[in-house]
């Protein structure tokens, strides 16, 4: 019985990086807000590096809601995108055919303390994903992961791949 040699690390570590580029190129708005996501394995981090047009009351130094709560957004929908991607991405499927980024259904945002002018870290975590519906929660942080500043609950309605 013979087996196939595997792939060179960096082959992988290239393939998985284009997928996570052309999976955030989807949503516009992400590169205009300036999100970056982290990678590690199948984990995503996302960072909304500081800018001081973020800032939405220039008297208390907060970022603006609507900036974090697009934040929220796009952190659900892209970890949503990259799980189901990520089989693709594993098998060295052709990332330029990725299914559709999943829609929105609702959302609920919780401003628990203001955004500080300072970088921003969220990570999303998948509650329950069906054939149509998926939930998810994210959290977002600054300073200290363990004391969040917003969180979020969504639902989103998955692409169909058939």
């Given amino acids: 019985m013979s087996r196939t040699a595997p792939e060179p690390v960096q082959v992988v570590k290239t393939r998985r990086d284009s ?3 052309a999976l955030k190129a989807r949503v516009p708005y992400a590169t205009y807000l300036g999100l970056e996501f982290e990678r590690r394995g199948d984990e995503l981090t996302a960072v909304m590096p500081f800018r001081a047009d973020l800032i939405g009351n220039p008297a ?3 970022l603006h809601g609507g900036a974090t709560a697009a934040f929220l957004e796009i952190t659900a929908q ?3 995108g ?8 594993e098998a060295g499927g ?3 055919k990725l299914p559709a980024l999943p829609k929105t259904i609702d959302i609920t945002v919780d401003y628990l303390r203001a955004g500080l002018p300072r970088d921003a870290y969220a990570r999303a975590r998948i509650v329950r994903t069906g054939r149509r ?6 959290e977002a942080w600054q300073d200290n992961q363990a004391r ?3 969180m979020a609950t969504g639902h989103f309605l998955m692409p169909n791949n058939d």
């Fill in 82 to 89: 990259w799980s189901v991607i990520w089989p693709i991405v």
């Fill in 148 to 150: 969040p500043f917003a």
């Fill in 133 to 138: 519906i998926s939930s998810v929660h994210v």
């Fill in 78 to 80: 892209v970890a949503l």
């Fill in 19 to 21: 997928a996570l580029v």
């Fill in 60 to 62: 208390l130094q907060a």
């Fill in 94 to 96: 052709d990332i330029d």
